[in-house]
């Protein structure tokens, strides 16, 4: 049976940039930081006083107001983004239709800020004062499982949990039960919300973060050579995927396709990447073989980029490893500068700002480049976005445990 195409008929943002998809964009293509002092909790304690924090989010607007403590904070992202993502496809969900479309949204740590709340309640006031609904409040699965329940999308079910490559995962594994016909339709993406003093304090004792406290706005610079750790973030990145055949009978609007999905596995260590890169290339170029394209017809890479002296030049390295010459012809970026890294949230998110930029056809640029590191040689579109032709965008998501996830996507066309 001949595979179906798979195209992006909706999107939804939630970023340290704005909430939905327009004030995220125009903030990335303006070159606008989303980096600001930590107003969540008191970090004075901590070394790390900054983070790419949600601004403005009411989760009366999205859930019901019985349902909101039900929730915790990823799970209202999860739900919110999906919200936004399914008006602006207008997907209808009804009984006819329902059991082939759905969902799989993941999360790389859930609700760690339910269990750090009620951690303290435990230890304070004993065990009868923990909410009955703490479990469903934090378990990954439960984003997935209240979109479904408030849609009704009665379809494939699942979540993903591969840390930082866990939005890129959940929208590849989609593409594909879609593409062998196991579902018409799936909302998925990735979500995450722990700016907390336990998951901020752990990557500090890393030393993962950055601690250029005085100047939130350059904290986040991947690929210059002042750069000292990425920048935590939070949000969601949701995207709604359907058959071409289902989107076309339904006059949807198409943004992109999606042609391509590569996973690998770096083997090699609990949180640091392979140092050739051999990993995140193997991931590349099986995104570009599932594509059936050959490397130099890639226009942009929204590179992974975290920030780190060490992932930064061994991505590099990759994309040299797997396009060759063509590699200092194409468009390479992180929006990772502007947002910070939202974790397991990440792919999700710059999925669709790959997607706009194949849309639109302009490139949005890594900020706080001044200086490009050595080995970093590559075009990284320092400081300002560009306008330029994008038939097919690559987006790069690597995780801790080596786990790594690429997702290929091409401008629509009818043939």
Same mark, same amino acid.
């Given at each position: 049976?001949?595979?179906?195409?798979?195209?992006?008929?909706?999107?939804?943002? @939630?970023?340290?940039?704005?909430?939905?998809?327009?004030?995220s964009w125009q903030g990335l293509i303006a070159g606008r930081s989303g980096i600001g002092t930590i107003s969540a909790f008191d970090s004075s304690d901590l070394p790390v006083h900054i983070a790419g924090e949600v601004k403005g989010f009411d989760?009366?607007?999205? +859930?019901?107001?019985?349902?909101?403590?039900?929730?915790?904070?990823?799970?209202?992202?999860?739900?919110?983004?999906?919200?936004?993502?399914?008006?602006?496809?207008?997907?209808?969900?009804?009984?006819?239709? #329902?059991?082939?479309?759905? +969902?799989?949204?993941?999360?790389?740590?859930?609700?760690?800020?339910?269990?750090?709340?009620?951690?303290? +309640?435990?230890?304070?006031?004993?065990?009868?004062? @923990?909410?009955?609904?703490?479990?469903?409040?934090? @378990?990954?699965?439960?984003?997935?499982?209240?979109?479904?329940?408030?849609?009704? #999308?009665?379809?494939?079910?699942?979540?993903?949990?591969?840390?930082?490559?866990?939005?890129?995962?959940?929208?590849?594994?989609?593409?594909?039960?879609?593409?062998?016909?196991?579902?018409?339709?799936?909302?998925?993406?990735?979500?995450?919300?722990?700016?907390?003093?336990?998951? +901020?304090?752990?990557? #500090?004792?890393?030393?993962?973060?950055?601690?250029?406290?005085?100047?939130?706005?350059?904290?986040?610079?991947?690929?210059?050579?002042?750069?000292?750790g990425f920048v935590i973030g939070e949000g969601a990145g949701i995207v709604i995927l359907e058959s071409l055949e289902h989107a076309k009978k339904r006059g949807a609007k198409i943004y992109a396709e999606v042609v391509g999905y590569g996973m690998?596995?770096?083997?090699?260590?609990?949180?640091?990447?392979?140092?050739?890169?051999?990993?995140?290339?193997?991931?590349?170029?099986?995104?570009?073989?599932?594509?059936?394209?050959?490397?130099?017809?890639?226009?942009?890479?929204?590179?992974?980029?975290?920030?780190?002296?060490?992932?930064?030049?061994?991505?590099?390295?990759?994309?040299?490893?797997?396009? =060759?010459?063509?590699?200092?012809?194409?468009?390479?970026?992180?929006?990772?500068?502007?947002? =910070?890294?939202?974790?397991?949230?990440? =792919?999700?998110?710059? #999925?669709?700002?790959?997607?706009?930029?194949?849309?639109?056809?302009?490139?949005?640029?890594?900020?706080?480049?001044?200086?490009?590191?050595?080995?970093?040689?590559?075009?990284?579109?320092?400081?300002?976005?560009?306008?330029?032709?994008?038939?097919?965008?690559?987006?790069?998501?690597?995780?801790?445990?080596?786990?790594?996830?690429?997702?290929?996507?091409?401008?629509?066309?009818?043939?």
């Amino acid at each position: 049976m001949e595979e179906r195409r798979v195209v992006i008929t909706g999107m939804g943002l @939630i970023t340290p940039l704005g909430i939905g998809v327009e004030p995220s964009w125009q903030g990335l293509i303006a070159g606008r930081s989303g980096i600001g002092t930590i107003s969540a909790f008191d970090s004075s304690d901590l070394p790390v006083h900054i983070a790419g924090e949600v601004k403005g989010f009411d989760p009366f607007l999205y +859930v019901e107001p019985k349902e909101v403590k039900k929730m915790d904070r990823f799970i209202h992202f999860a739900v919110a983004t999906s919200t936004l993502a399914i008006e602006d496809s207008g997907l209808k969900i009804t009984k006819e239709n #329902a059991e082939r479309i759905g +969902v799989i949204i993941g999360s790389g740590m859930g609700g760690l800020p339910t269990i750090e709340h009620y951690v303290k +309640v435990y230890l304070e006031k004993g065990y009868r004062r @923990i909410t009955p609904f703490f479990i469903p409040m934090l @378990i990954i699965n439960l984003a997935s499982g209240h979109v479904s329940i408030l849609f009704g #999308a009665k379809g494939p079910n699942t979540a993903i949990a591969t840390a930082c490559a866990t939005g890129s995962h959940a929208i590849g594994d989609a593409f594909k039960i879609i593409q062998r016909d196991d579902a018409d339709a799936m909302i998925c993406g990735g979500t995450e919300s722990v700016i907390t003093p336990m998951a +901020v304090g752990g990557f #500090a004792v890393m030393k993962a973060l950055s601690t250029r406290n005085n100047e939130p706005e350059r904290a986040s610079r991947p690929f210059d050579r002042d750069r000292d750790g990425f920048v935590i973030g939070e949000g969601a990145g949701i995207v709604i995927l359907e058959s071409l055949e289902h989107a076309k009978k339904r006059g949807a609007k198409i943004y992109a396709e999606v042609v391509g999905y590569g996973m690998s596995s770096d083997a090699y260590h609990i949180t640091a990447p392979s140092p050739g890169g051999e990993g995140a290339a193997s991931c590349m170029a099986a995104a570009l073989k599932d594509a059936e394209i050959p490397p130099e017809f890639v226009n942009y890479i929204n590179a992974h980029g975290t920030s780190t002296k060490h992932g930064d030049e061994i991505e590099t390295t990759a994309i040299k490893t797997v396009f =060759g010459q063509h590699a200092f012809r194409l468009c390479v970026s992180s929006t990772k500068s502007m947002t =910070g890294h939202l974790l397991g949230a990440a =792919g999700g998110v710059e #999925a669709v700002f790959a997607t706009l930029s194949v849309y639109y056809d302009i490139v949005p640029p890594t900020i706080n480049l001044e200086n490009p590191d050595d080995g970093c040689n590559l075009d990284y579109v320092p400081n300002s976005s560009r306008s330029c032709k994008v038939h097919y965008a690559l987006s790069n998501s690597f995780g801790f445990g080596g786990t790594n996830a690429c997702l290929l996507f091409k401008k629509y066309r009818e043939s």
